[in-house]
């Protein structure tokens, strides 16, 4: 709790929201010997640590374990049949969330960063109040301010939530047991993280998306593997439909989801996840103005200032940004370089990337091959299956594959690489290199020869950008 004071206490930075782009601008700015100061209403590190990506990837490493256990016998590795008690997996969860809690809090502590505990409100002449909780009543002065107020799941108003019949993220992320089964509303990232590791673990599964495809955002190669693994997994997707409201039955215990111009599905639970949206409810006083876009999001430019002088926002809240955590850091860099006069970098949002954690996983950065084609480009495409890949075959996990879209020079060979695909076995851990390859634009040329270990799963990346020379040693 901070010691209150007739005077305004004065920072350097005052960040409001402590999820990981409030955080971050705090971490990075007081390492640069930044006075700082950080205002959180609940605990820091935000929805991601508490409500989001930690607490799903935990639950979606129990489907992984399943998986696992379930397949041991063709290792020669026997074991009875397995059971589940997602009460001790929700326990794990806790912990991990605990721990990283405990630890990102002690990190704030050493940088001697002020935590305040509260909601705050943004005044004018860069004033922040406190107005409820622990730390209600103070007041601090900065010379800027980062809004990091993050977001909250989106909701549907034919479904009334009621953290039983109805979730969100929030609620689901909670259960101590799961239903037997569930309609999950949305076909993005989250909601087939979500269909994923329910299906794996025995609940009867049905995605319900508006969308004439489920991961909307990846390229159609990428989306294809997914759909022919959920339907080989009985994980069922309606595409097309709209959601009209449900039905509970009297004794409470499921629902009757209903759908437009289709049969009602009985379930025990509804996960809505159609996204997410800002906080910024109460976020200003009477005499501050910032742009806004139509869905509540600030507008910022591309070094994060906002339309007010020494104002910044970073993470959910802004314009445009895609909602990831890591893009979170990275705009709060570019913010506290700013702020440090050190001139930030700007962030291309259309090559930043991307991890989707459902079974099997997804990673891209940059173009697909759809977008790239229609923003003018004559593309090359090379793809690589993981069947083909020694190590996925040790392993026993061979579906999905390494796809590469690159620009196609005037003499038909491939030059700059414009995305990187990956659909299969530990994606979300291979994309460091494609990553690296689209944001430095790099040639298929220039890097086709860099040396990949034997065997590794990496190696299909490897492979891809050889194909795309011609000469591929294990790619026709």
Same mark, same amino acid.
């Given at each position: 709790m901070v010691e209150m004071s007739e005077q305004p206490i004065t920072y350097d930075v005052v960040v409001i929201g402590g999820g990981p782009g409030g955080y971050g601008a705090a971490l990075y700015g007081a390492a640069a010997g930044l006075n700082v100061a950080l205002v959180e209403r609940d605990k820091v590190g935000g929805a991601c640590l508490h409500r989001g990506c930690v607490p799903a990837k935990e639950f979606l490493e129990t489907a992984s374990?399943?998986?696992?256990? !379930?397949?041991?016998?063709?290792?020669?590795?026997? $074991?009875?049949?397995?059971s589940l008690d997602f009460s001790a997996s929700q326990r794990r969860k806790q912990h991990v969330v605990d721990t990283m809690f405990k630890g990102l809090s002690g990190l704030l502590k050493n940088r001697k960063i002020t935590v305040l505990s509260g909601t705050a409100q943004l005044h004018p002449e860069h004033r922040v109040h406190v107005v409820d909780g622990e730390d209600a009543g103070a007041v601090l002065q900065a010379r800027s301010v980062i809004l990091a107020t993050g977001s909250r799941p989106r909701t549907l108003a034919c479904?009334?939530?009621?953290?039983k019949l109805v979730v969100t993220s929030d609620e689901f992320l909670a259960l101590e047991e799961l239903?037997?089964?569930? /309609? *999950?509303?949305? #076909?993005? /990232?989250? %909601?087939?993280?979500?269909? !994923?590791?329910?299906?794996?673990?025995?609940?009867? =599964?049905?995605?319900?998306?508006g969308l004439d495809s489920i991961l909307g955002s990846c390229d159609h190669d990428v989306k294809a593997v997914i759909a022919r693994s959920f339907k080989k997994r009985k994980i069922s997707v309606l595409t097309s439909t709209t959601v009209l #409201?449900?039905?509970?039955?009297?004794?409470?215990?499921?629902?009757?989801?209903?759908?437009?111009?289709? +049969?009602?599905?009985?379930?025990?639970?509804? *996960?809505?996840?159609?996204?997410?949206?800002?906080?910024?409810?109460?976020?200003?006083?009477?005499?501050?103005?910032?742009?806004?876009? +139509?869905?509540?999001?600030?507008?910022?430019?591309?070094?994060?200032? $906002?339309?007010?002088?020494?104002?910044?926002? =970073?993470?959910?809240? @802004?314009?445009?940004?895609?909602?990831?955590?890591? *893009?979170?850091?990275?705009?709060?860099? *570019?913010?506290?370089?700013?702020?440090?006069?050190?001139?930030?970098?700007p962030i291309h949002y259309d090559r930043v990337p991307w991890a989707i954690y459902c079974h099997p996983e997804v990673a891209f950065a940059g173009l697909s091959e759809t977008d790239a084609t229609e923003a003018g480009y004559d593309v090359v495409i090379q793809k690589d299956p993981f069947g083909g890949n020694s190590r996925a075959r040790i392993l026993g996990?061979?579906?999905?594959? @390494?796809?590469?879209?690159?620009?196609?020079?005037? +003499?038909?060979?491939?030059?700059?690489?414009?995305? @990187?695909?990956?659909?299969?076995?530990?994606?979300?851990?291979?994309?460091?290199?494609?990553?690296? &390859?689209?944001?430095?634009? &790099?040639? @298929?040329?220039?890097? &086709?020869?860099?040396?990949?270990?034997?065997?590794?799963?990496?190696?299909?990346?490897?492979?891809?950008?050889?194909?795309? $020379?011609?000469? %591929?040693?294990?790619?026709n």
């Open positions: 374990v399943w998986r696992t256990v !379930s397949h041991a016998g063709e290792f020669g590795v026997e $074991t009875p049949d397995p479904l009334e939530l009621d953290g239903p037997r089964s569930a /309609a *999950v509303i949305g #076909g993005g /990232a989250i %909601g087939c993280e979500f269909a !994923s590791l329910m299906g794996d673990l025995g609940v009867e =599964v049905t995605i319900v998306e #409201g449900h039905t509970p039955k009297s004794d409470s215990k499921s629902t009757s989801l209903l759908l437009e111009n289709r +049969d009602p599905l009985e379930v025990e639970m509804i *996960v809505v996840s159609i996204g997410r949206q800002p906080y910024t409810e109460g976020l200003l006083a009477d005499g501050v103005s910032l742009d806004f876009d +139509d869905a509540g999001c600030v507008k910022t430019d591309e070094l994060m200032h $906002t339309s007010a002088e020494g104002i910044y926002a =970073v993470g959910d809240i @802004v314009s445009g940004s895609p909602q990831l955590a890591h *893009v979170g850091f990275a705009e709060a860099i *570019v913010a506290i370089q700013e702020i440090l006069g050190e001139g930030g970098t996990d061979t579906e999905g594959m @390494v796809k590469i879209v690159a620009e196609k020079q005037s +003499d038909g060979s491939p030059g700059r690489i414009l995305g @990187v695909h990956m659909v299969g076995p530990w994606v979300t851990e291979q994309l460091g290199a494609g990553y690296f &390859a689209v944001n430095t634009e &790099a040639n @298929v040329l220039d890097i &086709a020869n860099f040396l990949q270990p034997h065997p590794t799963l990496s190696e299909t990346f490897g492979e891809t950008l050889l194909a795309l $020379t011609g000469r %591929g040693l294990h790619v």
